[in-house]
């Protein structure tokens, strides 16, 4: 069967077009700051190694000043090549204008970057300003009850041009369970938001497993010129685990808590953990089930509900919430 040739265009088109789209996405993969050579790249794209060579020459004769770096074993672009900024929609307009918004949160302290972006954005782009500007307007984030990092900067920035540079980082750190600051010297894993605060998660020089640091904690950090090892394979989420926040307990343990139910709609409202399942029943209560690595943290956020829940198990967390009642109402009670 002889297929008609207003068909076979409109196919043609669609690989032209499917093949141009996937031209530039590789060169948004090689703007990133990020390490791409042909196999992660094709993987990224779910098409052949090949394929990827063919886009490659693509852009070569597109006059794109690619190169292949051999130490990090990956392709670069010239430092100086910028990428044709592209077209938002309205929809991605107010997207952008929201992220604005959350950066300009209170604690989180990263404006300094996302301004100067939206500005040159908008800069090219004159005719999206008023809809940026009204959606700012009316999209704003207050009181996140987040730590606050504004002291701490320089030390955060530290961080993230070392996990960018692959480079380690040394510096006096205070921790709550020491006497005083110790020097510590890491291969830095990643920078996260957890709860309230940043952490950093490096692994110290002298030590086979990563820990957990707080930014703010460190009294001075500076980058040295020392290769940071990061395994390929490192997992954040896997690193945590179940923990309630950040700290990861030895043991695992099934929790139940039955909250009352003046107290049922408005726990049920938020996800407070990945794991969390929820069970309404007809009086208005509802149990809350979790599978948590360690109980210190979690019992912290289990006292904060006092009278309005009841530990069905395990027994170590009801111990433990009956002991921080007991000592309250001691410190409490004391004159």
């Known amino acids: 069967m002889k297929i008609p040739s207003d068909r076979s265009d409109a196919d043609r088109r669609l690989r032209q077009a499917d093949r141009l789209a996937r031209v530039l996405r590789v060169l948004q993969l090689l703007q990133s700051r990020a390490r791409w050579n042909a196999k992660s790249i094709a993987q990224e794209l779910e098409c052949s190694e090949r394929t990827f060579y063919r886009d490659r020459e693509v852009l070569e004769l597109a006059g794109v000043p690619l190169t292949y770096d051999k130490e990090w074993q990956c392709y670069r672009l010239r430092p100086d090549y910028s990428f044709p900024v592209l077209s938002l929609s309205d929809e991605e307009v107010v997207g952008l204008a929201t992220a604005n918004a959350a950066t300009h949160a209170k604690g989180l302290n990263i404006d300094a970057g996302a301004e100067p972006t939206t500005e040159k954005y ?18 704003q ?43 510590l010297t890491l291969h830095p894993f990643r920078l996260c938001l957890v709860k309230s605060a940043w952490y950093v998660v490096a692994r110290p020089v002298d030590a086979d497993q990563p820990i957990t640091l707080r930014p703010t904690r460190f009294k001075s950090v500076r980058m040295i010129d020392e ?27 099934d929790i139940k808590l039955l909250f009352t139910a003046e107290a049922a709609d408005v726990v049920t409202e938020t996800q407070w ?51 921080q009642h007991r000592r309250a109402i001691e410190h409490n009670s004391s004159r």
Do not use: M
């Open 227 to 253: 290769p940071a090892e990061i395994p390929d394979d490192f997992d954040l989420a896997e690193y945590f685990g179940n923990a309630w926040a950040v700290y990861r307990g030895e043991q695992t343990y």
């Open 141 to 183: 984030i207050l009181d996140l009850k987040l730590v606050d990092h504004s002291k701490h900067l320089e030390i955060i920035r530290t961080i993230q041009w070392a996990l960018i540079e692959r480079k380690q980082i040394t510096g006096k750190y205070h921790s709550p369970h020491e006497s005083g600051p110790v020097t």
């Open 273 to 323: 953990h990945h794991t969390q399942t929820v069970k309404r029943h007809k009086n208005g209560t509802a149990t809350l089930s979790f599978h948590v690595d360690g109980l210190n943290e979690i019992v912290r956020w289990v006292v904060g509900w006092a009278g309005r829940v009841k530990v069905i198990q395990p027994e170590e967390l009801r111990e433990l919430v009956i002991d």
């Open 122 to 139: 908008l800069a090219v782009r004159p005719d999206a300003t008023d809809l940026f500007g009204e959606a700012s307007n009316l999209t």
